[in-house]
């Protein structure tokens, strides 16, 4: 039972960082970008091919998938995705479904399209377990490792926004574009640092997700929805929303393939689509201003 | 109503009618091209009976196609869980078919009117919320089907899909042909009828408000016209014929499968209908086609990765856009058709 707690938060953290870029970006730039995925994807690639073919240390890996991709994220932001901020929604999504297949078959090119596993290093390995009888609770070393990251970048992203100027800058950007220009506010600028670090916390969240949510070519796909859901159920307007979501959705979804494995990711989704159908704008959204 | 009558000037009362009249109805006229297009397409299948499947298959695509082109092009939906109705038309077909009498034409209509009843039950999710609300939730309803019937199997057949579906001759005359003639033809026939169907409906006051109300939501309800009802109206009609799409599929093919549902049928139709044109009639057809050939050309070059030309092309066309792609003459000129 309260295993099943834990794994379940621990995965909803995992999910929280995978789609805080998403969050971010569609937020602020009030664009839909299916090929988050994409990102994710390729910092868990990267992780794999520095661990074995180069034999980096895990936790030097890490921040390294972070920094490859928020510069890819970068680079993509400034040639490709700024020219579509201003074009309709539908463009948006099939520009970026272009982008994810481009990925995904290039990836399977690359890489192979089989399922890729990395060797965790000896001290994530096992369990730790407390307290005893029904109210057992087993933590995988590896779960509370990525708890632990993901609690401390949930906290540390919170502080940023909150008490730095570029926090400031970045809400007064998402408020308000136009307005935050005329104030001299580089808006330009800070699109494109959001976009590239939240590009990065995908590259970070799928190379922590490796070894807990498997990663083969087809992860942007697979992986897609989940981000969306956590968009569109958290609203996009705060840190706060997104996480409450991403952790819904990680207990769901555990609890859900535990007690009723026959139904799978049903619950999940008719859960999503009963919390559209009550709050279109989202759980935590500040009302309809787009 | 009368007072508001005496005030307006009088001089354009009597004119404004008569002349608007052809004005306003000139877009429904059928061109000569378009007698031709058809003309060109119902012979095809004579032409090249040995090409029957893949004409088959892209009257079916084209079908779905313009069932998506009702809901997004003239609605303006953005959906991503069109592939739903086409799934449950095929499975309803195909199921129909097995169990309870397998007549095609019975069994189209039992996948039209499956289709058409998600479609209305699904409705009232998509008239609420932003673009990505409604991507979510139709996405969503596509996915919750997929689900179920994955974890249905012993009714749908699960991952292996549902097999020894056999058709009964269509008409009680024609049996499907292996080279697909028969269905080709049957296709084409139903895909001429829809066609005729959403020109009228896309003509009517109807289609009028829908791009209406596509370009400017508020406007339409203060001209007093039921936005919601519209909406809902023009979804079900969509989903009815993909239900129909659905439907040839499973008989021509008598076979339905997880794939009628899966993510990438949607992202797929979506495709060829951007590829064609949205918000014009004949972009589902022309899409269709040249999507499948896209596709037959690519992937008999590289079979295993399709995809990346197909997402490449997609890039380029949102990226440059649609007029300048296909006229490579303003390329290099600054301001064109943008």
């Not at chain 1, 935050?180 to 330009?188: E, N």
């Not at chain 2, 086409?86 to 078919?97: K, R, V």
């Not at chain 2, 289709?115 to 209305?120: D, K, M």
């Not at chain 2, 295993?304 to 003459?329: A, H, S």
Request: hydrophobic share 55%; net charge positive; glycine share 12%.
């Amino acid at each position: 039972m309260l295993t099943l707690l834990f794994d379940g938060i621990a995965y909803g953290m995992l999910l929280f960082v995978l789609s805080l870029g998403l969050a971010v970006t569609m937020g602020l730039m009030n664009f839909i970008n299916l090929a988050h995925g994409a990102f994710a994807m390729a910092g868990g690639y990267v992780l794999v091919v520095l661990m074995q073919r180069h034999g980096w240390p895990f936790l030097a890996c890490l921040p390294a998938a972070f920094v490859v991709t928020a510069l890819l994220g970068a680079a993509f932001e400034r040639t490709l995705y700024r020219p579509m901020y201003k074009r309709p929604h539908l463009d948006q999504v099939l520009f970026s479904i272009g982008l994810t297949f481009m990925a995904v078959a290039a990836v399977d090119y690359v890489m192979g399209s089989q399922q890729v596993n990395v060797q965790t290093p000896e001290f994530l390995r096992g369990r730790i377990e407390l307290g005893s009888g029904d109210w057992t609770l087993g933590m995988g070393r590896y779960r509370l490792f990525i708890v632990v990251v993901c609690v401390a970048l949930a906290l540390g992203l919170q502080a940023i926004l909150a008490y730095t100027r570029f926090g400031s800058r970045l809400r007064a950007a998402v408020d308000d574009p136009r307005v935050a220009a005329g104030l001299g506010i580089p808006v330009d600028r800070v699109f494109l640092l959001t976009f590239a670090f939240g590009s990065g916390l995908a590259g970070l969240g799928g190379a922590l997700g490796v070894d807990v949510l498997g990663l083969d070519p087809s992860f942007p796909f697979k992986f897609m929805v989940y981000f969306l859901i956590v968009c569109a159920v958290g609203g996009t307007s705060s840190i706060t929303g997104p996480l409450v979501a991403a952790l819904v959705l990680g207990l769901a979804d555990v609890f859900g393939k535990y007690y009723l494995p026959k139904l799978g990711g049903f619950i999940v989704y008719v859960l999503m689509i009963a919390i559209l159908l009550w709050r279109p704008q989202g759980l935590f959204s500040r009302g309809a201003h787009k | 109503m009368k007072a508001t009558q005496d005030t307006a000037p009088k001089a354009a009362q009597p004119v404004a009618p008569k002349a608007a009249q052809p004005l306003l109805l000139a877009p429904s006229k059928w061109r000569p091209w378009e007698f031709a297009l058809w003309l060109t397409i119902a012979v095809t299948p004579f032409v090249f009976p040995q090409h029957g499947a893949l004409i088959n298959e892209i009257a079916i695509l084209a079908l779905f196609a313009l069932s998506l082109d009702m809901i997004l092009g003239y609605a303006g939906i953005v959906s991503l869980g069109h592939a739903a109705f086409f799934g449950l038309g095929a499975y309803g077909a195909a199921l129909f078919a097995k169990h309870v009498m397998p007549d095609p034409l019975v069994g189209l209509v039992v996948g039209i009117v499956l289709g058409a009843l998600l479609g209305a039950l699904t409705s009232p999710m998509i008239v609420r919320g932003t673009d990505l609300t409604r991507l979510m939730v139709t996405m969503g309803v596509a996915l919750v089907l997929y689900e179920l019937a994955n974890q249905f199997g012993e009714f749908t057949g699960g991952a292996d899909g549902l097999q020894g579906i056999v058709m009964g001759p269509l008409l009680g005359r024609f049996e499907f042909d292996l080279g697909g003639r028969v269905a080709s033809i049957y296709s084409l026939v139903v895909l001429f009828i829809a066609f005729l169907l959403v020109r009228r409906v896309v003509h009517s006051p109807l289609g009028v408000s829908l791009e209406a109300l596509r370009d400017n939501r508020l406007r339409v309800s203060a001209l007093g016209m039921s936005v919601n009802g519209r909406l809902a109206a023009v979804y079900t009609l969509g989903a009815a014929l993909a239900g129909a799409a659905g439907a040839l599929l499973a008989q021509t093919t008598g076979f339905a499968s997880l794939d009628v549902l899966d993510f990438h049928r949607s992202a797929d139709v979506m495709t060829a209908l951007i590829i064609g044109g949205a918000g014009w009639l004949w972009g589902g057809l022309v899409g269709a086609i040249a999507f499948k050939v896209l596709h037959d050309l690519i992937s008999s070059v590289t079979t295993q990765y399709w995809t990346f030309w197909i997402g490449l092309f997609l890039v380029l066309l949102m990226l440059v856009g649609r007029e300048r792609l296909f006229r490579p003459w303003t390329w290099f000129k600054r301001g064109g058709a943008k």
